[in-house]
């Protein structure tokens, strides 16, 4: 079967058929029965405008952003993952700097981590500076900029997004029928949010071709968050069988902290939920077709830097958890793609440094050719002598959870993991202000050994033990992050 690529070559007249389903929609053709192609969204029409000459050399920035999106879910993004990793660069080792919406999206924005930008939970958005946003230094540097989707969580609805020239940003985020800011109109619209969010981005897009800046474009579904609802033609789709993964049957968690002991979720409530999660993927998936669709018809796939990204990952009953806000490898690691053909990155290769959200801001200021005017934790993945040994992670007991899960805060780093949970929380503020900050539980793994974090080397250790694992070392280099 040709590829989306090879349709589009071959001057196909009808849209390419994405999955082959069976009458029943489950994805696998029934006896006796013919099987059909999947329905396929109808797209937006193509304008007729030939594109003007660009008379900027800088790129276009093109970013999506997917919601509780963990990895081990390319079978969902096949497209994507075939273009921007296939064609791109796979960032295998890509972290949430915090597992929590907000926070992360903060993080993104800003270039910095929470404990420095102060949205510290997902009630508080009016915490983060504006003035140190990417899209203001892209905006003052002569960039037309728009936000598609999800902003802030709590964002108040009315209130347009700063530094935005065109924006469709809808709080509360739903998957049908969303209530949306569009450009300072508050007003329901109906329709799936993938569609929405995506044909406004493709409008945006083709604006290029009589506005000859260049652009960013900030585009952030509601896909892969609960409560999970696929597309109509995707709702029964089958996914591929998934056995888990020795986190999900840990026995022994004895060595856990306290409120993850308790933990109780299974295999069954892990693997249902990641077939909602894949279900409403596979629509982000034709939106990104569609976006790689239009940067060929307006002339701009080669000079456009794309970045494909969750803002955390989640847990399928790893360790009997079924959600985010843990530093285990499924809530922190991310999908992560790159590609820029124009700048050499359209080759699909694979780089295994460590990364974090915090590096995307100072990226796409690279790649435009600015010198960031804030402090950036992170630092720009075009550059590849900027490397780290760790990475910091880190998140806070907030008022949505009235169990305590603890404020936390971890150093991931080649090869070993070292975490400290806090007697601290979050006030009706968001500020950290209630408990004495004392440690009260760590942990530490051998990620190279142990990849599932079955076995905390600090459970039962000696402090001669411990001296050889480096834990206090460890332990100075955790402070010293999170005082930075």
């Not at 049957?249 to 933990?263: H, I, M, N, T, V």
């Not at 490898?329 to 694979?350: D, M, N, Q, Y």
């Not at 007991?397 to 007697?423: F, K, L, M, V």
């Amino acid at each position: 079967m040709l590829t989306g690529a090879a349709v589009v070559a071959a001057g196909a007249a009808v849209p390419l058929a994405l999955r082959a389903v069976d009458d029943d929609g489950s994805g696998t053709p029934v006896p006796g029965r013919t099987a059909r192609a999947a329905p396929v969204a109808s797209r937006p029409p193509v304008s007729s405008v030939s594109p003007l000459p660009r008379t900027d050399p800088r790129p276009n920035i093109l970013f999506v952003l997917t919601d509780d999106q963990p990895k081990e879910t390319d079978w969902a993004v096949r497209r994507t993952a075939d273009w921007l990793g296939g064609q791109g660069v796979t960032f295998a080792r890509a972290h949430a700097n915090t597992p929590l919406c907000a926070p992360s999206r903060a993080s993104i924005m800003s270039g910095r981590y929470a404990h420095h930008h102060g949205v510290l939970d997902t009630r508080h958005p009016y915490h983060l500076d504006q003035h140190t946003t990417v899209q203001r230094q892209l905006h003052e540097a002569g960039y037309r900029t728009g936000l598609f989707g999800k902003y802030l969580n709590y964002w108040h609805t009315g209130d347009n997004p700063p530094h935005f020239d065109e924006w469709l940003l809808q709080e509360p985020v739903a998957y049908y029928n969303g209530h949306y800011n569009d450009n300072g109109t508050v007003r329901n619209i109906p329709g799936y949010n993938t569609h929405v969010i995506r044909d406004r981005a493709l409008a945006f897009i083709d604006g290029s071709r009589t506005d000859t800046r260049p652009w960013f474009a900030y585009v952030a579904t509601r896909s892969a968050h609960e409560l999970n609802i696929p597309e109509r033609k995707y709702a029964h789709t089958r996914v591929p069988e998934w056995p888990g993964r020795p986190s999900v049957y840990e026995s022994d968690k004895s060595d856990k902290p306290p409120f993850l002991r308790k933990a109780d979720h299974t295999y069954a409530q892990g693997k249902a939920l990641r077939t909602r999660q894949l279900r409403t993927l596979l629509s982000v998936d034709d939106a990104v077709r569609d976006f790689q669709d239009k940067l060929r018809a307006v002339g701009q796939l080669e000079n456009t830097l794309v970045v494909y990204t969750s803002d955390h990952g989640l847990c399928w009953a790893d360790h009997g958890w079924l959600r985010k806000s843990v530093p285990y490898r499924p809530g922190l690691e991310v999908p992560f793609w790159l590609s820029w053909p124009a700048r050499g990155l359209g080759k699909g290769t694979v780089d295994d440094r460590l990364t974090g959200h915090v590096d995307i801001a100072p990226t796409f200021l690279d790649a435009a050719g600015i010198t960031p005017d804030t402090p950036h934790d992170g630092h720009s993945l075009l550059d590849t002598r900027n490397d780290r040994d760790r990475l910091l992670a880190e998140w806070w007991w907030n008022r949505q959870d009235q169990e305590p899960i603890h404020t936390w805060a971890t150093h991931i780093g080649r090869s070993t993991q070292y975490t400290e949970y806090y007697r601290t929380r979050l006030d009706g503020q968001g500020a950290p202000t209630q408990g004495d900050g004392a440690v009260l539980f760590r942990e530490f793994y051998d990620l190279a050994a142990d990849p599932y974090q079955l076995t905390n080397l600090l459970h039962g250790a000696t402090a001669g033990q411990e001296a050889a694992l480096g834990v206090p070392e460890a332990a100075k280099r955790l402070a010293a992050a999170r005082r930075a």
